[in-house]
């Protein structure tokens, strides 16, 4: 896709993003694609369906990346967020990863699911968005009239010095074999993929779910539309083609005026969907009385999820309106909020943005990233079911012993709650 003009190939490089996200709102909102739904099916049920769906998300993504990228049709070293930088902040992946499984947990959704929620009328979920939303901005840019940030507060002096450095990058191509990573990558990328369709396709129950298969391959293509569109946006100038990202860079050689320069270069990268750093964009955006060169891929993929799901809720007639029920349940969706704040900003991403999108560049932070999501997500759910079951009998210490304990964590020996 190549144009003549800056402003027209943003304008291109928005509105394509805001089709996607819409795309993806009305599916997650008719098919309940949900991360955090899945995993509290297989916990709670057994049940695998939703799992299995979001594995099959996962297959396209990752099966579109490693071969558009032999082709030279997606840029996913040049990403924003860095998803293969040659920096693993392994403790941040990690540590994010449990607060924002935990959060999501508590906010009855991931940030996908929370924007999902909106479109069919939940106001739960506008306060959980607007709190991470305020976090968000300010683990990444300065309070007023100073240079700190949370991130930099709170975080940056013990963790970031844990980071390792591995060299080129962390992708699985590259650690594995540097000369020729992107190879690497497809076959890599393509084992797992295998893998992963024949455990997702082997259950009769899965392949007679047409939502869950229908919620699967549309949330892949997604993001795989999204790392095409944002890596395959030209500007031709003087017979050269230049990125967005890159005509930022040069913008006062290359440009006549300052009209039209957005306010930032990096959103401006290849990237694809992700929704808690985006969250926290668009408290900036507001802030800024909504001035045009603030709005980011983010931005516009929040808005096309909310207007998508808005829209299925009319057209299914599943529009509700929804409110706390007591101050307990605000309570509560308030902690998950602030943990989904900074875990989704420490862990570089959400369930989207890290389970999907980061885990298609086969980044290793990436699937630490997903790990520690989904189990900080089964250990909560573990413990509010305890809680539930032995009442005051169930202090928090001996829910969590036995939820360890029922995922092979902890000897069972060490449980004080008989398995429920």
Not at 10 to 26: D, I, S, Y
Request: with cysteine; proline share 3%; hydrophobic share 50%.
């Amino acid at each position: 896709m190549i144009f003549d003009s800056f402003i027209e190939a943003e304008t291109v490089f928005l509105w394509a993003t805001f089709v996607l996200a819409l795309l993806l709102g009305v599916v997650a909102n008719k098919t309940n694609f949900c991360t955090m739904g899945a995993v509290s099916d297989w916990v709670n049920m057994g049940d695998l369906g939703r799992i299995r769906a979001w594995l099959l998300a996962i297959a396209v993504a990752m099966l579109g990346v490693v071969i558009l990228e032999t082709m030279g049709l997606v840029n996913a070293d040049a990403a924003f967020p860095p998803y293969r930088s040659s920096q693993l902040i392994w403790a941040e992946n990690l540590l994010g990863g449990v607060l924002f499984g935990i959060g999501m947990t508590l906010a009855s959704g991931c940030g996908n699911k929370t924007l999902v929620r909106i479109g069919g009328g939940n106001f739960k979920s506008v306060v959980v968005l607007v709190v991470i939303a305020v976090i968000a901005y300010f683990m990444t840019n300065p309070f007023p009239d100073t240079d700190k940030t949370l991130f930099g507060v709170l975080f940056y002096d013990w963790i970031r010095p844990l980071a390792v450095d591995v060299g080129e990058a962390q992708d699985f191509g590259t650690l594995l074999n540097p000369d020729n990573a992107v190879m690497t990558r497809l076959i890599m990328g393509i084992v797992l993929v295998l893998a992963a369709v024949v455990f997702v396709f082997k259950s009769t129950d899965f392949r007679n779910s047409r939502d869950n298969i229908l919620g699967g391959i549309v949330v892949g293509l997604v993001v795989l539309g999204g790392w095409y569109v944002s890596s395959n946006v030209e500007i031709t100038v003087d017979e050269e083609l230049y990125s967005l990202s890159d005509y930022y860079g040069e913008w006062d050689m290359l440009a006549d005026s300052e009209e039209g320069k957005p306010a930032m270069g990096r959103p401006l990268s290849p990237q694809s969907f992700t929704f808690i750093n985006p969250m926290g964009q668009t408290f900036g955006y507001i802030g800024s009385g909504l001035n045009r060169s603030m709005l980011t891929f983010g931005i516009m993929a929040l808005l096309g999820v909310i207007v998508g799901s808005f829209l299925w809720s009319l057209l299914s007639k599943s529009l509700r309106f929804e409110w706390f029920v007591s101050f307990k349940d605000f309570f509560t969706h308030l902690v998950g909020a602030v943990l989904m704040g900074f875990g989704g900003v420490l862990a570089l991403g959400c369930t989207i943005g890290q389970g999907i999108t980061g885990v298609s560049t086969l980044a290793a932070g990436s699937f630490l990233a997903l790990v520690a999501i989904v189990f900080g997500s089964a250990i909560t759910m573990k413990v509010q079911y305890y809680k539930l079951v032995y009442e005051e009998e169930a202090s928090f210490v001996k829910a969590l012993v036995a939820g360890l304990a029922d995922m092979k964590l902890l000897p069972n020996r060490l449980r004080r709650l008989d398995a429920v």
